[in-house]
């Protein structure tokens, strides 16, 4: 599932009248659009998670990995996860996303979005982030 993207609870096939969260429609299709420029553009798969983090025995840093281990393909995956109300950003990268995004470059990506963040602008953000780490990985 993307961003934005929610099953229906009632097991029919119609979406939901509103999503909620911190996003308008518009800016959860410019999310989505660049979800899918960076999975087609690199051939890894990205995802974004916005929301809360831990827990009173977890760590935040642990849950945000634990959420990448349960993607599809986590050894192919980046996971942005954005917790605004926490302030808190973590990148994870799979062991084969890793080789062609390292660290350093993933900091740079949150040293940037933290930027957009902190402007207020959180979409605009994650766009520029999914963009950076795109950018990074290159061709795959």
Do not use: C, W
Not at 98 to 112: E, N, Q
Request: glycine share 12%; net charge negative.
């Amino acid at each position: 599932m993307t961003v934005g993207e929610k099953q229906a609870v009632t097991g029919t096939d119609t979406p939901p009248e509103v999503l909620d969260g911190p996003f308008s429609t518009r800016q959860l299709l410019r999310i989505d659009e660049a979800l899918r420029l960076a999975d087609q553009g690199t051939g890894l798969v990205f995802s974004v998670y916005v929301g809360g983090l831990g827990g009173p025995d977890e760590p935040i840093r642990e849950h945000a990995e634990r959420l990448h281990r349960q993607l599809a393909e986590p050894d192919r995956s980046v996971l942005i996860v954005v917790s605004p109300n926490q302030r808190q950003l973590e990148i994870i990268t799979g062991r084969y996303a890793r080789k062609r995004i390292p660290d350093t470059y993933a900091k740079l990506a949150a040293l940037s979005m933290v930027a957009s963040f902190g402007g207020g602008d959180l979409a605009g953000g994650i766009i520029q982030g999914l963009d950076q780490l795109a950018s990074h990985a290159g061709k795959g």
